[in-house]
T-cell receptor, first 113, second 118 residues
Framework: GENVEQHPSTLSVQEGDSAVIKCTYSDSASNYFPWYKQELGKGPQLIIDIRSNVGEKKDQRIAVTLNKTAKHFSLHITETQPEDSAVYFCGKSGGRANSKLTFGKGITLSVRP | NAGVMQNPRHLVRRRGQEARLRCSPMKGHSHVYWYRQLPEEGLKFMVYLQKENIIDESGMPKERFSAEFPKEGPSILRIQQVVRGDSAAYFC????????????????FGQGTRLTVV
């Protein structure tokens, strides 16, 4: 129930194309789903998150969708740019007292100029 | 409002020494998480603490590792008698109290401490 599965493990796209990264989870109690971006040598940075009472959230070129029934959520990046190249982690938490924040294994996104 | 502060950024220890990693959460945050990251691997959960209380330490190795988050001062991750396999980046994240107590608040990360055991 604690695991978050993230796939693919690497993704390469052409600059300007869209990128979609998907995560699945098994704990139906989870109600908070953040996405983090980690650049080389730095700490993970929160880029967007979603709670289970909504199905989609958008912030400029980034959007996250959540399907609670199927227990998966996805990060969508449109009009990708070389600076989007990084490792992206999906996480989950919430829904029960003292719930901890756990992550998938990360996806390395490469945007080819 | 300063972000999560971790120090030192880099730490070199000889095998058998002790390593102390410090994490000062963001102002107003009462929850701290510690994660370990090996090269080209994900963020592995270690421990979740609130002030003066360990909430979940299911990811901590049973021996040599301990963590605390005192009423005053930073959270400390302590590794005794380090071995080469402890070499990794250790990240701390902090979050505010969840209004419903259900752990659904944003967590912010520090820049990490990179531990090298020689």
């Amino acid at each position: 129930g604690e695991n978050v599965e993230q796939h693919p493990s690497t993704l390469s796209v052409q600059e300007g194309d869209s990128a979609v990264i998907k995560c699945t989870y098994s704990d139906s109690a989870s109600n908070y789903f953040p996405w983090y971006k980690q650049e080389l040598g730095k700490g993970p940075q929160l880029i967007i998150d979603i709670r289970s009472n909504v199905g989609e959230k958008k912030d400029q070129r980034i959007a996250v969708t959540l399907n609670k029934t199927a227990k998966h959520f996805s990060l969508h990046i449109t009009e990708t740019q070389p600076e989007d190249s990084a490792v992206y982690f999906c996480g989950k938490s919430g829904g029960r007292a003292n719930s901890k924040l756990t992550f998938g294994k990360g996806i390395t996104l490469s945007v080819r100029p | 409002n300063a972000g999560v502060m971790q120090n030192p950024r880099h730490l070199v220890r000889r095998r058998g020494q002790e390593a102390r990693l410090r994490c000062s959460p963001m102002k107003g945050h009462s929850h701290v998480y510690w994660y370990r990251q090996l090269p080209e691997e994900g963020l592995k959960f270690m421990v979740y603490l609130q002030k003066e209380n360990i909430i979940d330490e299911s990811g901590m190795p049973k021996e040599r590792f301990s963590a605390e988050f005192p009423k005053e001062g930073p959270s400390i991750l302590r590794i005794q008698q380090v071995v080469r396999g402890d070499s990794a980046a250790y990240f701390c994240a902090s979050s505010p109290l969840s209004p419903g107590g259900l752990g659904d608040t944003e967590a912010f990360f520090g820049q990490g401490t990179r531990l090298t055991v020689v």
